[in-house]
């Protein structure tokens, strides 16, 4: 079982910046990344680091948000610039891995809150 620490959230104004981390208990395996999901909303992935060090975003956050890692740390982070109302939400932290049946296994942190208002 791969456990994610998770920190870094909080309340901030619009247009402000916060950086989430995500330390996970084993090195990085097939991917890292970040979920969010807003009261009455699904959760939905926002962006997502590989090994390789590519990246996805979502368009709701692209060239906003920046997703990297530092695998000597097994830690990787978010760095969240000029946030909207909308990006209020609880933030997780999700570590994908093959198990050994070949298939991708999922897990999940226990979620920080990031509340963006004046």
């Known amino acids: 079982q791969v456990q994610l620490v998770e920190s870094g959230g909080g309340l901030v104004q619009p247009g402000g910046s916060l950086r989430l981390s995500c330390a996970a208990s084993?090195?990085?395996?097939?991917?890292m990344g970040w979920a969010r999901q807003a009261p009455g909303k699904q959760r939905e992935s926002i962006a997502t680091?590989?090994?390789?060090?590519?990246?996805n975003y979502a368009d709701s956050v692209k060239g906003r948000f920046n997703i990297s890692m530092d695998t000597t740390k097994n830690t990787v982070y978010l760095q969240m610039n000029n946030l909207k109302s909308e990006d209020t939400a609880v933030y997780y932290c999700?570590?994908?891995?093959?198990?050994?049946?070949?298939?991708?296994?999922?897990?999940w942190g226990q979620g920080t809150q990031v509340t963006v208002s004046s």
């Open positions: 999700n570590y994908q891995r093959y198990n050994n049946k070949g298939s991708l296994a999922d897990y």
């Open positions: 084993e090195n990085i395996g097939y991917a």
């Open positions: 680091i590989f090994r390789d060090n590519s990246t």
